[in-house]
């Protein structure tokens, strides 16, 4: 009895002496499923949604019927971390892709202006040094311009009075073998001078359109520059007035 008692004894003793590293591998391991745990409560996620009726609700996950309705993530303390908006119908989409297309042409379309304003301001500043300069480029090309104009209208008159000329000759050749032959060359001249006649309108046209074109330059020039303007808009002096249009000769018909 003694002997097992004293087994008992040991027995009872080793016992009690395993326990604390017992224990120990307990607590490792409960800290080791708590470690491996963690993550998963951390990233457990919570969503807000709206249904049908306007009613928000709180769940672990998106019901299918409600993917399309668009939610709130929401971390374990509530802060919303990712938003996803309502799904849209095709008709929805397209229409704000076309928005987005139009709206992206028009800021192309404004920096190219804005480019093409810098490009031509650029070019006056360097081909013109003074508004004289400006004054003396204009009178040129509209001396050029009246030029054609002037012998637009001297070819006029020229066929003017030789269809004058015919006209007196179509009585006496009546009848005669060259009446066919002045009949032709009066609606030959007919024709060139209803042409001369567009030529001169065309030119009046030019002569002022080319006037505004400089006066445009130099008051771009004189605001690039910093110069004051003439007083009431009256040209500088030494610049070269537009040409009064002349008119276009009658028609012949």
């Known amino acids: 009895m003694g002997r097992r008692n004293r087994a008992d004894g040991w027995a009872g003793g080793d016992h009690r002496r395993r326990s604390p590293a017992r224990r120990a591998a307990n607590a490792l391991l409960l800290a080791f499923v708590a470690v491996a745990l963690a993550p998963v ?10 249904d049908d009726k306007g009613v928000v609700h709180y769940t672990d996950q998106v019901p299918p019927e409600a993917v399309n309705k668009g939610n709130v993530q929401l971390s374990p303390q509530g802060v919303p971390i990712r938003k996803v908006d309502p799904a849209i119908a095709p008709e929805q989409r397209k229409a704000r892709e076309t928005a987005r297309q139009q709206e992206d042409a028009a800021r192309r379309e404004t920096a190219k202006q804005q480019e093409e304003t810098t490009r ?3 070019a006056l500043l360097d081909s013109y040094t003074t508004e004289s300069d400006i004054d003396l480029a204009k009178s040129r090309a509209l001396r050029t311009i009246q030029a054609a104009l002037d012998s637009a209208q001297g070819y006029s008159a020229q066929l003017a009075k030789r269809r004058a000329a015919l006209t007196e000759k179509k009585p006496a050749a009546a009848g005669q073998p060259g009446s066919a032959d002045l009949e032709r060359e009066v609606s030959v001249i007919d024709a060139e001078i209803a042409r ?7 030119k009046n046209k030019q002569l002022i359109a080319v006037a505004a074109r400089y ?14 303007q003439a007083a009431n808009g009256a040209p500088a002096a030494g610049s070269a007035p537009a040409p ?3 008119a276009a000769p ?3 018909k």
């Open 41 to 50: 409560a951390a990233h457990a996620a919570l969503y807000k949604w709206v």
């Open 120 to 122: 031509r301001d650029r």
């Open 196 to 202: 001369q006649r567009d030529v001169i309108v065309q």
């Open 215 to 228: 006066d445009g330059d130099k008051e771009r020039w004189q605001a690039l520059k910093g110069t004051p």
């Open 244 to 246: 009064a249009p002349v």
């Open 250 to 252: 009658p028609s012949t």
